[in-house]
Every structure is written in C-alpha cells, then in structure tokens.
C-alpha cells in the first residue's frame, strides 16, 4: 500500500541520490563556477523529500577562493537544513578551490589516479618593463593613492607592492587551511607543514595523507553504500565544449567566451591534464 502511493506520488521507491555536478575553474569569466550560476542547482539538488545522500561530482583545478567559500558553505547549510549526508567524488582533479569544494562533503572519493590538494594561493603575472623600454614606450600612469597603480605589470616591482600581496594571500591561506581543520579534523593523517604546502598528490596518496576517505568511483561506491536500485539523478548536466556552444554569440562575446575556455584550459594543464 505504501509503495502504490509512493508510486502515485511519483516518488522514487529506490534510496535518491541527487548527483550535482561541479566541473570547471571557479569564477573564472562566464564559464566559471560561482554561487550565483550554481544556487539553483544546488537548491534543485536538496529539494526532493527522502533524499539519501547529495553527491557533489567535481572536476576542478580550482580558482577564486570567495566563489568556493560561497559554494561550500550554501552546501552546507543546505545539508544541515535538510539533515542530507553529502558525499563528494572527485573525477580528474579537485586541487585548490575544488578541494575547498570537495571538502562541503562529509566524505571523499576520489580515482587513486586523480590530483588532489593544492592547499595554498597563488597569484601570477608577467612584467613588461623591459619590453616597453625596447619599444620606446612612454608608459604614463596618474593616480589619487599611492597605491592605487601597486603591481602595474608595467611598472617595475616595488618590494613594499609585494610585501602587501604576500600579507593577503597568506591571509586567504588562514582562512582555507581553517575550512580543512574544520571539515577534515582528525581525519587528517600528516602535519599542516606537509599538507598546507600547495602541493598536490594522486588519489592513492591523498588517501594516506587523509585528504580523502576512499578511492573508488560514484556509481560503484553508491551502489556500495544504497543498493542495487539506487536512484542516481543528475540536476545539471556537463556543459559541452567544442564551437558549437559559441554560436549565436556577437563578437565580443565570443571573444570572451574562446579567452574564459583558454583560461580554463591553461588551469587544468597546470596539474598535467
């Protein structure tokens, strides 16, 4: 009787997981992850009743460190809302902020062959001083501040500019290792000076570090975990890449669009992939 309302009701009669999808750097231009283009996804995720589990699929090198500060913690309000577990199952890569990421869960999976951690900040530019000068270029810069034009990349590097950016990133670095003590706790298996480092690791060595609870892949483990007739729903669907996705666009949009793709591009290959 239960089950034929359950039935009419079109509820699931198998254990629901909501599978969210979290693929691609984080707040990078139009293509990037951020709360606003994901909240209601997310929302989308959580609202089903008799929900088993969310499981978060992520395949991120990372990115702006606000964009999954935000994330995470919309998931984990969520969760203690609905008092829904939240398991993250890491695909290629969760480093930096798709660590920050993967961490929303309550347990990690993650291939023993993909990349995790790049627990660190970094911030990356080039200096064109030398080239300008070759050119007999007259760069002219006029400000209200005196640091309102700090690290110009035409300008040559003062160390007092530097200094200031060092503060702020070891600042963010604070706040992020804080989110790892607070989610990961003593399941952590090495010391801060070795985790916190920036380095990453395969999923194998994760696993030992404690950066993760297991190896394995979604569908195995939540089949694992819920049965057979587990209900595996996807709320967003991977995006396609390729040209096709830029047609329609005027000039500029699609300027940015094939600038945000090679971005992310270039995020990825940092950890070989």
Not at 144 to 164: I, N, R, S, Y
Not at 197 to 226: N, P, S
């Amino acid at each position: 009787m239960i089950r034929r309302f359950r039935k009419l009701a079109g509820l699931s009669l198998s254990p629901l997981v909501s599978v969210l999808r979290l693929s691609g750097a984080i707040g990078m231009g139009r293509r990037g992850l951020s709360l606003e283009g994901l909240a209601d996804d997310i929302d989308r995720a959580f609202a089903p009743n008799g929900l088993a589990a969310v499981a978060l699929a992520i395949n991120s090198p990372g990115g702006s460190p606000v964009q999954s500060a935000l994330i995470g913690r919309r998931i984990r309000a969520l969760a203690a809302e609905k008092n829904v577990p939240v398991l993250a199952f890491v695909e290629d890569v969760a480093a930096s902020g798709g660590y920050w990421l993967a961490c929303a869960a309550d347990e990690i999976t993650a291939d023993a062959c993909s990349i995790v951690g790049s627990i660190g900040v970094v911030s990356a530019g080039f200096g064109f001083t030398g080239l300008i000068d070759r050119l007999g270029v007259d760069r002219r810069v006029h400000t209200a501040g005196t640091a309102k034009a700090m690290l110009d990349p035409f300008q040559p590097e003062k160390a007092e500019d530097v200094a200031h950016l060092k503060s702020i990133q070891a600042e963010m670095h604070e706040m992020f290792k804080a989110w790892i003590r607070d989610r990961r706790g003593s399941r952590l298996k090495a010391t801060e000076d070795d985790l916190f480092t920036g380095a990453f690791w395969t999923g194998a060595k994760a696993l030992e570090l404690g950066l993760i609870d297991r190896t394995g892949d979604m569908r195995a483990t939540l089949r694992e975990r819920f049965g057979e007739k587990v209900d595996i729903r996807l709320i967003n669907p991977p995006r396609r890449a390729g040209v096709g996705r830029f047609i329609g666009l005027d000039a500029r949009s699609l300027a940015d669009g094939v600038a945000d793709a090679a971005s992310e591009r270039a995020a990825f290959a940092r950890f070989g992939l």
